[in-house]
Protein backbone atom coordinates (compact mmCIF):
# COMPACT_ATOMS: atom_id res chain seq x y z
CA UNK A 1 0.00 0.00 0.00
CA UNK A 2 3.03 2.13 0.98
CA UNK A 3 5.40 1.18 -1.88
CA UNK A 4 3.55 0.23 -5.17
CA UNK A 5 1.81 3.45 -5.50
CA UNK A 6 5.67 5.20 -5.47
CA UNK A 7 8.04 2.83 -6.81
CA UNK A 8 6.87 2.45 -10.55
CA UNK A 9 6.98 6.52 -10.85
CA UNK A 10 10.47 6.31 -8.87
CA UNK A 11 11.76 3.68 -12.08
CA UNK A 12 10.46 5.70 -14.72
CA UNK A 13 12.51 8.56 -13.74
CA UNK A 14 15.78 5.83 -12.61
CA UNK A 15 15.26 3.28 -15.19
CA UNK A 16 19.35 1.97 -14.36
CA UNK A 17 18.00 1.48 -10.75
CA UNK A 18 16.34 -1.61 -9.51
CA UNK A 19 14.39 -2.12 -6.58
CA UNK A 20 14.09 -5.10 -4.09
CA UNK A 21 10.83 -5.16 -2.00
CA UNK A 22 10.77 -8.05 0.47
CA UNK A 23 7.46 -8.15 2.77
CA UNK A 24 7.92 -9.15 6.39
CA UNK A 25 5.02 -8.86 8.83
CA UNK A 26 7.41 -9.20 11.67
CA UNK A 27 9.88 -6.34 12.93
CA UNK A 28 13.15 -7.03 11.45
CA UNK A 29 16.19 -5.38 12.38
CA UNK A 30 16.65 -3.92 8.55
CA UNK A 31 20.50 -2.85 9.47
CA UNK A 32 21.28 -6.67 10.32
CA UNK A 33 19.24 -8.31 7.72
CA UNK A 34 21.37 -6.30 5.12
CA UNK A 35 18.11 -3.94 3.61
CA UNK A 36 18.89 -0.02 2.68
CA UNK A 37 16.28 0.96 4.34
CA UNK A 38 12.34 -0.01 5.50
CA UNK A 39 8.71 0.92 6.04
CA UNK A 40 6.96 0.87 9.46
CA UNK A 41 4.43 2.27 11.39
CA UNK A 42 5.79 5.80 13.03
CA UNK A 43 5.53 4.41 16.37
CA UNK A 44 7.54 1.45 16.37
CA UNK A 45 10.88 3.23 14.43
CA UNK A 46 13.75 3.23 16.66
CA UNK A 47 14.90 6.42 17.71
CA UNK A 48 18.17 6.34 15.38
CA UNK A 49 16.59 6.31 12.18
CA UNK A 50 15.83 9.18 9.76
CA UNK A 51 11.95 8.71 9.05
CA UNK A 52 10.17 10.68 6.49
CA UNK A 53 6.22 9.90 5.83
CA UNK A 54 4.78 7.64 3.13
CA UNK A 55 1.46 7.26 1.56
CA UNK A 56 -1.69 8.89 2.90
CA UNK A 57 -3.00 8.47 7.28
CA UNK A 58 -3.78 4.98 7.78
CA UNK A 59 -6.85 3.57 9.12
CA UNK A 60 -8.27 0.78 9.95
CA UNK A 61 -11.77 -1.64 9.52
CA UNK A 62 -13.07 -4.55 11.31
CA UNK A 63 -15.36 -6.43 8.25
CA UNK A 64 -17.15 -9.87 7.50
CA UNK A 65 -19.42 -10.72 5.01
CA UNK A 66 -22.76 -10.18 5.08
CA UNK A 67 -23.40 -13.90 5.70
CA UNK A 68 -21.46 -13.84 8.44
CA UNK A 69 -23.84 -11.36 9.80
CA UNK A 70 -26.92 -13.83 8.84
CA UNK A 71 -25.67 -16.17 11.89
CA UNK A 72 -23.60 -13.98 14.27
CA UNK A 73 -24.79 -10.33 15.71
CA UNK A 74 -22.96 -7.12 14.98
CA UNK A 75 -20.72 -6.18 17.59
CA UNK A 76 -21.49 -2.80 18.66
CA UNK A 77 -17.92 -2.26 20.94
CA UNK A 78 -14.70 -3.91 20.73
CA UNK A 79 -15.44 -6.59 23.78
CA UNK A 80 -18.12 -8.05 21.69
CA UNK A 81 -15.51 -9.47 19.66
CA UNK A 82 -14.33 -11.79 22.36
CA UNK A 83 -17.40 -14.22 22.03
CA UNK A 84 -17.59 -13.44 18.05
CA UNK A 85 -15.36 -16.19 15.81
CA UNK A 86 -12.66 -13.51 14.50
CA UNK A 87 -9.75 -14.23 11.97
CA UNK A 88 -6.25 -14.17 13.92
CA UNK A 89 -3.02 -12.65 12.46
CA UNK A 90 0.29 -14.51 13.16
CA UNK A 91 3.36 -12.75 12.87
CA UNK A 92 6.75 -14.48 11.92
CA UNK A 93 7.80 -13.87 15.44
CA UNK A 94 4.87 -16.16 17.01
CA UNK A 95 3.01 -13.38 18.08
CA UNK A 96 -0.58 -13.22 17.74
CA UNK A 97 -1.78 -9.66 16.95
CA UNK A 98 -4.50 -8.20 19.36
CA UNK A 99 -6.85 -5.34 17.66
CA UNK A 100 -6.32 -2.07 18.48
CA UNK A 101 -9.36 0.66 18.64
CA UNK A 102 -9.46 4.23 19.61
CA UNK A 103 -12.37 6.58 20.14
CA UNK A 104 -13.13 9.30 22.50
CA UNK A 105 -9.14 9.24 23.93
CA UNK A 106 -10.21 5.84 25.22
CA UNK A 107 -7.29 3.19 23.74
CA UNK A 108 -8.60 -0.49 23.92
CA UNK A 109 -6.29 -3.77 22.48
CA UNK A 110 -8.41 -6.80 22.27
CA UNK A 111 -7.20 -10.27 21.87
CA UNK A 112 -9.64 -12.07 19.88
CA UNK A 113 -10.19 -15.85 18.86
CA UNK A 114 -11.33 -17.83 16.13
CA UNK A 115 -11.30 -20.71 13.62
CA UNK A 116 -8.18 -19.26 11.59
CA UNK A 117 -4.90 -17.81 12.15
CA UNK A 118 -3.19 -16.65 9.17
CA UNK A 119 0.01 -15.13 8.50
CA UNK A 120 -1.07 -12.62 6.07
CA UNK A 121 -3.30 -9.75 5.97
CA UNK A 122 -4.55 -10.18 2.83
CA UNK A 123 -5.26 -13.92 3.26
CA UNK A 124 -7.53 -12.77 6.36
CA UNK A 125 -9.39 -10.56 3.68
CA UNK A 126 -9.83 -13.47 1.90
CA UNK A 127 -10.95 -15.73 4.50
CA UNK A 128 -13.82 -12.57 5.97
CA UNK A 129 -15.24 -12.38 2.05
CA UNK A 130 -16.05 -16.71 2.64
CA UNK A 131 -17.95 -15.91 5.89
CA UNK A 132 -14.81 -17.43 7.76
CA UNK A 133 -14.82 -14.58 10.34
CA UNK A 134 -14.54 -11.06 11.13
CA UNK A 135 -11.48 -9.44 10.10
CA UNK A 136 -9.16 -6.57 11.54
CA UNK A 137 -7.45 -4.97 7.89
CA UNK A 138 -6.61 -1.54 6.44
CA UNK A 139 -9.33 0.30 5.39
CA UNK A 140 -7.97 0.48 1.88
CA UNK A 141 -7.73 -3.23 1.68
CA UNK A 142 -11.33 -3.59 1.84
CA UNK A 143 -12.90 -0.16 0.86
CA UNK A 144 -13.78 -1.58 -2.76
CA UNK A 145 -15.09 -4.69 -1.07
CA UNK A 146 -17.43 -2.64 1.02
CA UNK A 147 -18.78 -0.34 -1.67
CA UNK A 148 -19.84 -3.31 -3.58
CA UNK A 149 -21.97 -4.88 -0.65
CA UNK A 150 -19.20 -8.11 -0.39
CA UNK A 151 -17.84 -6.79 2.97
CA UNK A 152 -19.99 -5.36 5.68
CA UNK A 153 -18.20 -2.97 8.19
CA UNK A 154 -18.51 -2.54 11.87
CA UNK A 155 -17.02 -0.55 14.93
CA UNK A 156 -16.13 2.02 12.41
CA UNK A 157 -16.09 4.88 15.02
CA UNK A 158 -13.49 2.72 17.59
CA UNK A 159 -11.49 3.08 13.97
CA UNK A 160 -9.92 6.63 13.63
CA UNK A 161 -7.07 7.61 11.41
CA UNK A 162 -3.91 7.19 12.70
CA UNK A 163 -0.04 8.90 11.00
CA UNK A 164 0.88 5.45 8.46
CA UNK A 165 3.70 4.45 7.05
CA UNK A 166 6.94 6.10 6.83
CA UNK A 167 10.25 5.56 5.20
CA UNK A 168 13.04 5.09 7.70
CA UNK A 169 16.85 4.56 6.96
CA UNK A 170 20.34 4.41 9.43
CA UNK A 171 21.29 8.02 10.56
CA UNK A 172 24.79 6.49 11.20
CA UNK A 173 25.60 4.95 7.92
CA UNK A 174 26.42 6.28 4.22
CA UNK A 175 23.53 6.40 2.01
CA UNK A 176 23.61 4.69 -1.32
CA UNK A 177 23.02 6.51 -4.38
CA UNK A 178 19.74 4.66 -5.10
CA UNK A 179 18.67 5.26 -1.60
CA UNK A 180 19.02 9.06 -1.81
CA UNK A 181 17.61 8.62 -5.21
CA UNK A 182 14.74 7.38 -3.78
CA UNK A 183 14.28 9.11 -0.75
CA UNK A 184 14.11 12.62 -2.35
CA UNK A 185 11.79 11.24 -4.94
CA UNK A 186 9.89 10.31 -2.00
CA UNK A 187 9.66 13.42 0.06
CA UNK A 188 8.94 15.69 -3.73
CA UNK A 189 6.12 12.98 -3.90
CA UNK A 190 4.86 13.79 -0.71
CA UNK A 191 4.86 17.48 -0.60
CA UNK A 192 2.93 17.13 -4.66
CA UNK A 193 -0.09 15.45 -3.00
Known amino acids: MALLPIVPRFLEHYPEITVEIVVENDLVDMVSEGFDAGIRFGEVIAQDMIAIPIGPRQR ?29 LR ?18 SVEVSGP ?3 GDQDMMVDAALLGTGLAYAFEEQV ?5 EGRLVRVLEDWCPYYGGFYLYYPSRRQMPAALRAFVDFVRTSNTVK
Open 60 to 88: SAIVAAPAFFERYPKPTVPEHLKSLPCLG
Open 116 to 118: LIV
Open 91 to 108: FASGRLYAWEFERGGVEL
Open 143 to 147: EAHIR
